[in-house]
């Protein structure tokens, strides 16, 4: 996807990772008991909208690797050692969710402006045509092709 006259998306990428990383730091300093889940999606929803959906995808990715870490470092204790891995499983899948969600939002919203341009360059098309059936309707008619003088009397 492009931007128009605005970052580019490399630039918009590493914002969002620098977000990401002080979310997961914030998480990391205040421990497992305060949940930053949701926090994790404002940098997977930047990279999503801005940079398609290749970038969210890659952004969901490194978000529930940071949110792993951050849990891991903290030592949040598991009744059985497979389930932060079963965590993390879906906290990607909700922040896997979110990037094809927003990206295909934006994508559906784009192809409607794009439609909607086309749809006004037609219209100004069809005044156009309109304006000139009109002028040389008020001209005497319309010849009609392949007939020596015959006219057509135009009716609006």
Not at 5 to 15: D, E, F, M, Y
Not at 94 to 99: E, G, I, P, V, W
């Amino acid at each position: 996807m492009e931007l128009k006259g605005r970052l580019n998306p490399a630039t918009v990428n590493a914002i969002s990772l620098v977000i990401l990383l002080f979310i997961g730091w914030i998480d990391y300093i205040t421990g497992y008991e305060f949940g930053f889940f949701i926090f994790y999606f404002i940098p997977v929803s930047i990279s999503a909208w801005l940079c398609g959906r290749r970038a969210g995808v890659i952004m969901a990715f490194a978000s529930a690797v940071c949110w792993f870490l951050s849990d891991k470092l903290t030592r949040h204790p598991y009744p059985n050692a497979y389930l932060i891995y079963w965590e993390m499983f879906m906290r990607y899948l909700s922040f896997l969710t979110t990037a094809l969600t927003i990206a295909k939002i934006r994508a559906m919203l784009l192809n409607e402006e794009r439609l909607n341009g086309e749809l006004q360059t037609a219209l100004q098309e069809i005044k156009e045509l309109k304006s000139c059936i009109s002028c040389s309707e008020s001209g005497g008619g319309i010849r009609k092709e392949n007939a020596e003088d015959e006219f057509f009397q135009g009716s609006s």
